[in-house]
C-alpha cells in the first residue's frame, strides 16, 4: 500500500504560478497529476514515468511542468500562467507501471488539494 499527500494548492490570480507536491510512502513507477472541478469529471493533467517519460494534458502543454524527484519518492506539478479554468481540486495518483491517462486504472490516490485561480 502506498499512501500520497499532495500540498502546494491554493489561491492565485490569472496569469500566476503554483507549484504542487505529491510525496509517496513507498516507490511506483508512475505518478500522475489529475484535477477534478465542480459538476465535471476527474481528468487527465500531467504524469511521469519513473524521470524518463513526461506525459501532458492538451490544456496544460506549455504551461505545466511534471517532475520528480526519485530520492524522496515525491513528484512535483509546476504551474504556470495559470488560467481561471485551472480551478480545480488536484489529486496525485501512483501505478506499478504507466496506465494512461484513464484514473480507473490508477491504484493509489492522495486527498487532492484546492488550485483556485481568479480572473
Known amino acids: 500500500q502506498v499512501q500520497l499527500v499532495e500540498s502546494g494548492g491554493g489561491l492565485v490570480q490569472a496569469g500566476g504560478s503554483l507549484r504542487l507536491s505529491c510525496a509517496a510512502s513507498g516507490r511506483t513507477a508512475a505518478m500522475a497529476w489529475f484535477r477534478q472541478a465542480p459538476g465535471k469529471e476527474r481528468e487527465f493533467v500531467a504524469g511521469?514515468?519513473?524521470?524518463?517519460?513526461?506525459y501532458y494534458a492538451d490544456s496544460v502543454k506549455g504551461r505545466f511542468t511534471v517532475s520528480r524527484d526519485n530520492a524522496k519518492n515525491t513528484v512535483y506539478l509546476q504551474m504556470n500562467s495559470l488560467k481561471p479554468e485551472d480551478t480545480a481540486i488536484y489529486y496525485c495518483a501512483a501505478a506499478i507501471m504507466w496506465r494512461g491517462q484513464d484514473p480507473d486504472e490508477y491504484d493509489y490516490w492522495g486527498q487532492g488539494t484546492q488550485v483556485t485561480v481568479s480572473s
Open positions: 511521469i514515468m519513473w524521470s524518463i517519460s513526461t
